[in-house]
């Protein structure tokens, strides 16, 4: 089993019911939005099909089950079971791959005052410290072999608090807030330990990056070139395609495809539009070049990965990511397709 927790100021950094892939369940109230819970339950395949995910939030990801592998910002870690990972607010993060065929992680997001709980003392003290920590983007966590240190009380409390959200026992808000409370009490011992420092070499390339892939995410749906990206993240078009394929593993195009796709998901599994209007709502130039794109990236079509995800299919069409993908040169099209068929000019 994996855990993800999300820290959010007042508003949300997802989409909308779609989150990585099939296997989410909501655990809290629908309309609660101080803290969000969901259990998710994923196939090998399904990973490494995320853009990067970024906002004011802090994240865990609590391994219990399974190994995977995450890249924070311009860096990449392994995470094995019973293990854990801290992502700092402000620092984007993806989930690369999976070393085994399924993995169960709960995703929690839980807002500044959800935390702070309106004292802003203890927001001063505990929470902008470690958010404002430029060399604190991320921490791994590992169980230890002496009992009740720092790392295995944030590791059960973590956990505890994700399955005291699935039981809904009598005042199971209450113990939820407890766990949430000791886990970060837990890493805010962690943090003053290490006093962590960084080169500012580190910090630049990480900020532009994230800058970068901010960017693309943020625009997705628009008609961009290499020379406006370029532009807009004050850097040359040689740059922009060589650092951001260094550090992501795929061309800034291929990345920009990648969000689109996922912007898409919602429509797509709950067919509220046609494939033409849901491609023009996502940066598409036609119905034809969003299936083609979709089938790159997923490895099957909208409507094979709708009846799968809706029960209707039971095996698994989609196929593994490449996290690697940009280091792959792409196949030599013939005919039609070599010439741009069904592709807009302003991406050729």
């Known amino acids: 089993m994996m855990l993800v927790l999300l820290w959010t100021?007042?508003?949300?950094?997802?989409?909308?019911?779609?989150?990585?892939?099939?296997?989410?369940?909501?655990?809290?109230?629908e309309s609660e939005e101080k803290i969000r819970i969901r259990q998710l339950e994923l196939l090998s395949p399904e990973?490494?099909?995320?853009?990067?995910?970024?906002?004011?939030?802090?994240?865990?990801?609590?391994?219990?089950?399974?190994?995977?592998?995450?890249?924070?910002?311009?860096?990449?870690?392994?995470?094995?079971?019973?293990?854990a990972l801290f992502i700092n607010a402000n620092q984007s993060y993806r989930l690369i791959s999976s070393r085994n065929e399924r993995c169960r992680f709960y995703?929690?997001?839980?807002?500044?005052?959800?935390?702070?709980?309106?004292?802003?003392?203890?927001?001063?003290?505990?929470?902008?410290?470690?958010?404002?920590?430029?060399?604190?983007?991320?921490?791994?966590?590992?169980p230890s072999e002496e009992e009740d240190t720092d790392e295995d009380i944030l590791l059960q409390a973590l956990l505890a608090a994700a399955q005291t959200a699935a039981g809904r026992d009598l005042a199971y808000e209450?113990?939820?807030?407890?766990?949430?409370?000791?886990?970060?009490?837990?890493?805010?011992?962690?943090?003053?330990?290490l006093a962590p420092s960084c080169k500012n070499a580190v910090i630049r390339e990480r900020t532009k990056l994230n800058r970068m892939t901010g960017y693309l995410a943020s625009n997705c749906n628009e008609k961009l070139t290499l020379a406006g990206m370029a532009e807009a993240c004050q850097v040359s078009t040689g740059d922009f395609c060589r650092f951001f394929k260094k550090h992501m593993g795929m061309t800034p195009f291929e990345y920009l495809q990648k969000c689109r796709i996922w912007n898409s998901m919602d429509a797509v599994i709950d067919k509220t539009a046609s494939m033409g209007e849901i491609a023009s709502a996502n940066g598409f130039a036609g119905a034809s070049y969003f299936s083609e794109t979709f089938r790159k990236e997923m490895g099957c079509s909208p409507a094979d990965y709708r009846k799968w995800y809706k029960g209707i299919n039971e095996e698994c069409p989609v196929a593994a990511a490449n996290p690697d993908q940009g280091e792959e040169k792409a196949p030599k099209?013939?005919?039609?397709?070599?010439?741009?068929?069904?592709?807009?000019?302003?991406l050729l």
């Open 333 to 346: 099209k013939s005919g039609a397709a070599a010439k741009g068929k069904n592709v807009p000019s302003y």
């Open 47 to 83: 990973f490494g099909h995320m853009p990067c995910i970024k906002g004011e939030f802090f994240t865990f990801i609590l391994a219990e089950e399974g190994q995977m592998q995450c890249q924070i910002n311009q860096e990449r870690t392994d995470l094995q079971a019973g293990e």
């Open 174 to 193: 209450l113990d939820m807030k407890s766990w949430m409370f000791t886990a970060w009490g837990s890493l805010y011992k962690k943090f003053i330990q």
């Open 9 to 29: 100021k007042e508003k949300r950094c997802l989409m909308g019911k779609y989150y990585i892939g099939k296997g989410a369940q909501l655990l809290t109230e």
């Open 107 to 142: 995703v929690i997001e839980v807002s500044a005052g959800y935390l702070a709980a309106g004292d802003e003392s203890l927001r001063e003290k505990y929470l902008a410290p470690v958010a404002e920590a430029e060399a604190f983007a991320y921490c791994r966590f590992v």
